[in-house]
């Protein structure tokens, strides 16, 4: 018999189990990846066998597969189908990057990330010349995925788990708090369009005059309507958007600090929230989209707003 206070409390969960529920999430999403193709199941495979592994060992608490795959769809689905180009580098002139950097793969990691930073636990050094470092990420694509989920395991730790500036910092995020970027209409392309195709004529109201790439990749947009809301739908996880839009309903503002060269908190209202309204791009999901508004509204209430 159980006593009055003495409830016994709920086990945590163990690599087993983590391990246990990755496999149905991802059986969940792999019967939704059609749109994909065989890339997609490929890239989706990629991102499982390399959650699976890291689970395992107690590796990436705060990521899930539904983060991996949200972040390959919206950085690299036009690369899904092309054997030449799935694990590839494309130029910044393909990508139209604002800083002209190099990526690699469908999850669009820059060279010099992988070089100084997220390559050196598997042995890369910032030594190696652009054409190792590629070739090296080509031919390995579970490093990618990796990587990847090291990288968001990284933001999430330092500015909320699926929250706007800890999905901010995979495109941008020091641009994003200077309000040098993505001060437009949320839902509009987060790279500007340069006159006559030239990028040196870019202005700097042409580049804080695009889209919200957080927001759009919690809700999807016209361009991606699968976001990270989606996928957590697919796998049944009411918990988790609840969590994460309780998240951008709380979210204070963040200003970046000059002496830190990162961004802080203040006390300002963040203006996060999710609006019923703003999940229009869902309304072709009709069943998903019934779910999060629901869920929408429910987070709402809970402080009035």
Excluded at 10 to 27: E, F, G, I, K, N
Aim: charged fraction near 30%; proline fraction near 7%.
């Amino acid at each position: 018999m159980v006593l009055a206070g003495c409830a016994t409390p709920p086990r945590a969960a163990t690599s087993t189990d983590r391990v246990t529920d990755l496999d149905r999430r991802y059986a969940a999403m792999a019967a939704q990846c059609e749109p994909y193709g065989d890339g997609g199941r490929l890239v989706l495979q990629t991102a499982y066998r390399v959650l699976r592994e890291g689970y395992a060992k107690g590796h990436w608490p705060a990521v899930g597969l539904e983060d991996l795959f949200a972040e390959a769809v919206q950085e690299g689905a036009g690369l899904f189908n092309d054997p030449d180009r799935r694990w590839g580098r494309t130029t910044a002139v393909e990508t139209k990057d604002m800083l002209g950097q190099t990526t690699i793969g469908p999850w669009q990691i820059t060279i010099d990330n992988v070089r100084h930073i997220y390559g050196r636990p598997y042995g890369i050094t910032p030594d190696w010349p652009e054409e190792k470092v590629y070739t090296y990420c080509r031919d390995h694509p579970d490093v990618q995925a990796r990587m990847i989920a090291d990288y968001i395991q990284e933001a999430y730790t330092k500015y909320g788990r699926r929250g706007p500036y800890g999905i901010q910092r995979y495109f941008w995020l020091e641009a994003y708090v200077r309000g040098r970027i993505g001060q437009g209409r949320w839902d509009e392309p987060v790279l500007p369009t340069p006159p006559d195709g030239d990028w040196t004529k870019l202005t700097p109201e042409m580049k804080a005059d695009t889209g919200f790439y957080a927001k759009q990749i919690l809700l999807g947009w016209r361009g991606n309507p699968r976001g990270l809301l989606y996928w957590l739908c697919v796998t049944g996880d009411e918990d988790a958007i609840r969590a994460a839009l309780r998240t951008w309903r709380d979210q204070r503002r963040m200003e970046w600090d000059e002496t830190t060269g990162d961004a802080v908190l203040t006390n300002q209202p963040g203006g996060f929230a999710v609006r019923p309204e703003d999940l229009r791009h869902m309304e072709r999901f009709p069943e998903c989209h019934a779910m999060v508004t629901r869920l929408a509204r429910e987070v709402l209430a809970e402080k009035g707003r």
